[in-house]
């Protein structure tokens, strides 16, 4: 299980459109490699819960999210609801791990997939299981973080947004949901 180099900003595979998914043993085979890059990430970083292909440089639409100690393998998967709700939130991303950037998601999807085995699943997520899937989403688009950002003021590296919002917990902005 090969953990693969990830794609940072300014790749322009990254803006690149993921094909569809044609070959479910290829599938497995970057699955494999998105859980072993997740899990060095995680030990090097100290976060994350998701990535793409894309990210490692396979524009696929698949997809592998950890959450909650459950493991997610999504391979096409296409948003078949989105609700009009919405939440506000920094994200941050593997390709820019120094940068949180405040932005508004969806505060629930549903969306379609297949699993590893090719069969067709669906997936209803609120709160940050949404917003998880909504942010590698967007990666299958070619659509990055920093492009949902609110105004110009929403963004903040990582040393900067622990020092500022992390110290003191209340000065967070809280989620809003409207």
């Given at each position: ?57 396979e ?10 100690n ?25 390709s ?5 950037v405040y932005l ?75």
């Amino acid at each position: 299980m090969p953990a693969r180099r990830i794609l940072e900003l300014g790749d322009p595979l990254l803006r690149a459109v993921s094909a569809p998914v044609v070959d479910l043993w290829e599938s497995r085979l970057i699955l494999r490699d998105l859980r072993a890059t997740l899990h060095q990430f995680r030990r090097t970083h100290g976060f994350g819960r998701g990535i793409s292909g894309v990210q490692i440089g396979e524009p696929k639409r698949i997809i592998y999210l950890e959450f909650q100690n459950q493991p997610y393998c999504l391979i096409n998967p296409s948003r078949q609801f989105q609700s009009p709700a919405m939440i506000r939130l920094w994200d941050d991303c593997f390709s820019f791990p120094n940068l949180l950037v405040y932005l508004e998601r969806a505060a629930s999807v549903s969306i379609a997939f297949q699993d590893p085995a090719g069969q067709l699943r669906r997936l209803e997520a609120a709160g940050a299981l949404s917003e998880l899937i909504q942010h590698e989403m967007d990666h299958l688009d070619g659509i990055l973080a920093i492009d949902r950002a609110i105004d110009r003021h929403s963004f903040c590296t990582r040393p900067e947004f622990e020092r500022r919002f992390r110290q003191a917990a209340p000065a967070i902005p809280p989620p809003v949901v409207e």
